[in-house]
């Protein structure tokens, strides 16, 4: 899972982190032993501190990548967060008049899982009541037809709403935090 949600330079670090001390054990459990079969002898205390080592590079290597992960996600999210508030303020007028008739469509998210009412819905206005169920932070994203719109992230045990305008057409429902879509959260909505 952890794979999924990291970028193509995290994954090729990560992947050298791992290849140095899975190479190491290799060799040091398979190939070491047979020209000194004494091994580590006298040098237990090197090899113990060697081990200790290639082990606090293999999770300081975790720890950083876990950091600009999520330090990215939160630059990415207010670019976003300034577009919605944007086009929001944009289509004021749009919104006031259909903002009394939006349908309100609850939606819960787990891992990792988006639960709706029904995946088919009629075109109109709707509030999306997003209520995050799950352990772990969340967001929904409504895209298609013209469509691009976010929720921010949402805290574990919390709600967010997402008003959208939808036409006829096919939508993708996700969740935007990195690997949630490929890990299951992803529907498509038919609006009629």
Wanted: charged share 15%; net charge negative.
């Amino acid at each position: 899972m952890l794979l999924l949600g990291l970028s193509t330079g995290h994954k090729i670090g990560l992947g050298l982190a791992v290849l140095g001390f899975a190479g190491f054990s290799l060799i040091v459990s398979l190939l070491v032993p047979r020209w000194y079969p004494d091994f580590p002898g006298r040098g237990l205390r090197v090899f113990i501190v060697a081990c200790l080592l290639l082990f606090v590079g293999m999770m300081s290597a975790v720890i950083v990548l876990a950091r600009e992960t999520s330090e990215a996600e939160a630059n990415g999210a207010e670019p976003t967060t300034r577009a919605t508030t944007t086009s929001a303020t944009t289509t004021t007028s749009a919104t006031t008049t259909t903002a009394a008739t939006a349908t309100s469509v609850p939606v819960s998210e787990t891992e990792f899982k988006i639960t709706m009412p029904k995946t088919t819905l009629a075109a109109g206005s709707y509030s999306f009541q997003v209520a995050n169920d799950g352990k772990i932070d969340h967001d929904l994203v409504i895209q298609g037809n013209g469509v691009d719109e976010k929720t921010p992230t949402i805290a574990p045990g919390k709600s967010a709403t997402l008003d959208v305008d939808l036409k006829p057409g096919t939508y993708d429902v996700y969740c935007s935090i990195p690997g949630h879509k490929q890990a299951g959260m992803d529907l498509k909505l038919t609006v009629s």
